[in-house]
């Protein structure tokens, strides 16, 4: 069987640019006063698909935390005047959260910076995942090493 090995460097460039950009995204939301995950949230919020709302569970879902530390995320949110929640007009059990005029202003500051970084950066991590993705990968192990007594 003809089995192409994983190509390690084009992995490990590939996180090395997806590292590059989440730090820029990290050190552009600390210098706006906010915590990336919180970035992360506003996000969320913002650009969820149409038809689903921004619950804490569908929010959880997509930022991949459990439920108790999205709602202390959005809790931090609330407190500084980000995001407020909303009762659902149609099952007033639910409770949804919706960006604040400061919310959106510092989501569109944000997002701004992050739209000029990938102007930036882009094309390397692009080039990156090419590579990686070039080929199929094979799901044959390596070979044993073989150990002489």
């Known amino acids: 069987m003809n089995s192409?090995?994983?190509?390690?460097q084009a992995l490990a460039e590939l996180r090395y640019q997806i590292r590059n950009f989440l730090h820029f995204s990290e050190?552009?939301?600390?210098?706006?006063?906010?915590?990336?995950?919180?970035?992360?949230?506003?996000?969320?919020?913002?650009?969820?698909?149409?038809g689903v709302k921004p619950r804490i569970a569908e929010l959880a879902e997509r930022m991949k935390l459990q439920h108790h530390s999205t709602v202390e995320l959005a809790?931090?949110?609330?407190?500084?005047?980000?995001?407020?929640?909303?009762?659902?007009?149609?099952?007033?059990?639910?409770?949804l959260l919706l960006l604040t005029a400061k919310g959106e202003r510092i989501l569109h500051e944000l997002s701004l910076d992050h739209q000029q970084e990938l102007y930036k950066r882009g094309p390397a991590l692009v080039r990156a995942l090419q590579k990686v993705t070039r080929r199929k990968p094979s799901r044959r192990r390596p070979g044993k090493i073989q150990v002489s007594a």
Do not use: I
Request: charged share 30%; net charge positive.
């Open 75 to 95: 809790n931090r949110l609330v407190a500084g005047g980000y995001v407020h929640r909303h009762r659902g007009e149609e099952d007033h059990r639910e409770v």
């Open 27 to 50: 050190q552009a939301a600390r210098a706006r006063k906010l915590e990336p995950q919180q970035h992360q949230l506003l996000l969320a919020v913002k650009g969820l698909p149409r």
């Open 4 to 8: 192409t090995p994983p190509n390690y």
